[in-house]
């Protein structure tokens, strides 16, 4: 550090008659980032209202770079900056010292009052002077000199009549009863920023980001934290940039480590600091993948700390010195920095492997048992999305902490807190399936069907529920073959433990409609298996659970059945009476959209497929309005699809999943009535629905993209003079036709059949239309079977 060259009286016990010159660290060239948070700095200083800023942060987050950066602008616009390193420096005596130092070159020993020193050369100040106390963690830590210093610091801004300010730096934050102070917090650093100093750290000067291909990923694994992008762009030189991935993502604390700098040391200067109960929390809470709420820490430090210590208190503490943060999007929740969770889980599994393991225990119950809770009110009255919103707070917990479940059941047997969660097995289920992604969703299935509990021996009852849940995602995904697999493995099982069902209601009913809906998928019109199924479902229901909501679903799905076998007074009988039980049960969820929605469908398929309806005057009874004549069929479906996404856009859900078939749909309908540009719209953003949230190959899909082709080619139809137009749209055709028809061929194992597709018959016309667009040969016409 540079010294000051002010003149000073040649005994220690003196003050300097003449005003300090500027005291130094040399700067640091090529600074990248952080500009925005050193002129915030600046502007608080130049304002002079405050006798404190604070630069708080995480480990590695910049705190020195800003303070520097601000005292050689500082210099620049004219003020006096004396610059103190207070690292590891944990008493008064020792930063007064410093401090006494930069005022000065000073001979002979230290005053015997340093604290007398600094109040009565403040008084002599007649410039704006402004002390730089970096890393002052340590002092402010504490318990015996911290309040010395704080009231030192207020007095000599006092006493030099607001002419002395200060710049501290600390991850602890603290408030002072003597001091006016501003923070200036540092958050990881902005994508384009944490861009430009990861490059700026190669030191290959003729590098360019254009050389690298996975620059997002290694700025996403450092967490955008600027010491940890130094570290890893100097290792970019020497090592190839898988490579570096790889150890970042297995064992970052190793890699962010080089001779001059180390993220784990940097981080460690902060865990030195703490209590043995903070250091057990934080090794507890970083078992949390995503950010977490109060409830959630009571769940795992309950066994951790003692009974005196409140877990919420230890929190707050933690919170204070910037290893963890709260939220800004919510409010009670919490969350730790990726590089800081990696750090405690590594402490954690290396010094007290124990309060890791059972922190994890606690929190696999917490949250399973949360899920249980959310079950019952995603089947509760209005309170669906309210459920929806719980898991969605929690997303990645809740994700995290099911695996983990269905690993330990794999492994180990049923868990302490299986029971509760056992009891609505397949309710669950269908909960969790409205709020995760497919993906995720049969992994899990397909983890607990291989796990040691739900084997056929011990739980024949909850594996045929897995099995058929399971089952609806493969016929959803287009596989028949696990369909077929999945539904037959059920059938012998349901059917060697008949005993085991009867005095299981729920899942004596839940398998019986997936039975019968399985058999319906043969594509016999007139078959009367799945209506046996049904009935004895529905009768079930009737003199077991008059009033739940399995019977509204049983009724809607034999609805679906009569409307299939052409039954349209039964079928509208059912989806009026699935659709009362519905609204009086459930009020705006899910399966009441799904019963609009469905209602909807029905009334669309008899005009379009029952024209002898209307010569022979019956009618089709409306949900609400039992007059509906068919001449109004098409506004009245138009309207029920409308108040399906109504409840959906109620629940939150219009942009997710849940939403594609029927905004498919209803685009359907909107064309029929010749409101392309409309069905346009509703069509594109099932599509954009279906590219975010479907896997990459999907029945819905190639439902969506057919549904898209046949629109185009319809609006192109109706271009008599924009001769280009028509091109357009008709290569809008071909694309989304293509891509529609290849993914349905892909998921019938190579199969070029469309048998399946409801709009099949408009997709063989326009193949035909078109035989260069569409070579019979790649694209095949009407199947002889159909």
């Known amino acids: 550090m540079a010294s000051s060259t002010s003149s000073s009286s040649s005994v220690f016990g003196g003050v300097s008659q003449c005003e300090p010159t500027s005291c130094l660290p040399d700067k640091v060239p090529g600074v990248v980032g952080r500009s925005k948070e050193t002129d915030e700095v600046k502007q608080y200083l130049q304002s002079g209202t405050d006798a404190v800023v604070l630069i708080t942060g995480g480990p590695g987050f910049g705190k020195t770079t800003v303070a520097r950066e601000t005292a050689h602008k500082l210099k620049e616009n004219g003020h006096t900056v004396l610059f103190c390193s207070l690292l590891k420096k944990s008493t008064f005596l020792e930063a007064a010292t410093e401090m006494i130092h930069s005022c000065g070159k000073m001979l002979g020993q230290l005053p015997e009052n340093p604290e007398y020193w600094l109040k009565n050369w403040s008084k002599q100040i007649q410039s704006q002077v402004v002390f730089v106390l970096d890393n002052a963690d340590s002092l402010l830590e504490s ?270 047997g049923i868990a302490n807190s299986c029971e509760k969660f056992l009891d609505s097995l397949f309710q669950t289920f269908e909960y969790l399936e409205k709020c995760i992604s497919s993906k995720v969703y049969i992994e899990t299935l397909e983890l607990l069907l291989s796990s040691k509990y739900f084997q056929a021996e011990s739980q024949p009852v909850h594996r045929v529920e897995l099995l058929c849940l399971l089952g609806q995602e493969m016929r959803r995904l287009g596989d028949k073959r696990k369909y077929k697999g999945l539904m037959e493995e059920a059938d012998l099982l349901f059917t060697s433990h008949v005993d085991e069902f009867q005095t299981k209601t729920l899942s004596r009913v839940f398998y019986l409609h997936n039975r019968a809906r399985f058999l319906s998928e043969a594509n016999k019109f007139f078959d009367l298996e799945p209506k046996r199924l049904y009935d004895k479902a529905l009768d079930i229901c009737e003199k077991n659970l008059p009033n739940h909501p399995e019977t509204a679903v049983n009724l809607l799905l034999a609805g679906r059945n009569a409307k299939r076998r052409r039954k349209y007074a039964e079928a509208t009988k059912k989806f009026q009476r699935a659709f009362s039980l519905f609204n009086k049960l459930l009020g705006d969820h899910f399966m009441t959209a799904q019963c609009l929605k469905d209602f909807a469908d029905f009334v669309f398929f008899a005009e379009k497929s029952d024209q002898g309806l209307v010569n022979r005057g019956r009618d089709i009874s409306d949900i609400s309005d039992t007059s509906l004549s068919c001449k109004h069929i098409t506004y009245k479906t138009l309207e029920y699809y409308g108040k399906a996404m109504e409840v959906m856009e109620k629940l939150g859900t219009h942009e997710q999943k849940e939403s594609i078939l029927t905004l498919k749909n209803y685009g359907g309908c909107l064309m029929e009535k010749g409101n392309l540009e409309e069905a346009e719209k509703l069509l594109l953003k099932a599509e954009l629905v279906c590219e975010r949230e479907l896997e990459k190959d999907h029945t819905w899909k190639v439902m969506v993209k057919s549904q898209l082709g046949l629109l185009y080619h319809e609006m192109a139809d109706k271009q008599e003079n924009e001769e280009y137009v028509k091109e357009e749209l008709l290569s809008k055709m071909e694309a989304s036709m293509k891509e529609g028809l290849d993914m349905c061929y892909k998921l019938n194992n190579g199969q070029k059949s469309i048998n399946r597709l409801g709009n099949k018959k408009s997709i063989w016309k326009v193949l035909s239309l078109y035989p260069k667009r569409f070579p019979q040969d790649s694209y095949p016409r009407e199947d002889k079977k159909s």
């Open 143 to 412: 318990k015996a000199d911290r309040d010395l210093f704080l009231d030192t610091l207020g007095a000599m801004r006092m006493l030099s009549k607001q002419n002395v300010a200060f710049v501290i730096t600390s991850r602890k934050r603290f408030q002072h009863k003597s001091l006016s102070w501003k923070e200036v917090n540092l958050s990881p650093l902005p994508p384009d920023e944490a861009k430009k100093l990861l490059i700026s750290r190669v030191s290959r000067a003729e590098t360019q980001i254009e050389e690298f291909s996975k620059v997002e990923t290694i700025i996403e694994l450092c967490g955008c934290v600027p010491l940890a992008l130094s570290i890893v762009g100097s290792l970019l030189s020497d090592y190839p940039e898988e490579r570096i991935v790889e150890h970042l993502e297995k064992e970052p604390m190793t890699i962010l480590e080089d001779d001059d700098e180390s993220f784990q040391k940097a981080i460690m200067n902060s865990f030195d600091l703490l209590t043995k109960a903070e250091k057990d929390a934080l090794v507890a809470v970083s078992i949390f993948p995503g950010s977490f709420d109060c409830d959630a820490v009571e769940a795992v430090l309950k066994e951790t700390l003692d009974s005196e210590t409140l877990p919420i208190k230890t929190l707050r503490s933690l919170k204070n010195r910037s290893l963890v943060v709260v939220e800004q999007a919510g409010s009670h929740r919490y969350q730790m920095h990726p590089l800081i969770r990696a750090f405690a889980k590594k402490i954690g599994e290396t010094e007290n492997p124990q309060v890791l393991l059972h922190s994890g225990e606690l929190a696999c119950e917490h949250f399973i048992s949360r899920l249980e809770e959310n079950t019952r009110l995603y089947w509760g009255k209005d309170t669906c999305k309210k459920a929806m919103e719980s898991f969605s707070a929690d997303r990645q917990n809740f994700e995290h902490f099911l695996k983990v479940f269905a690993n330990r059941l794999k492994a180990q």
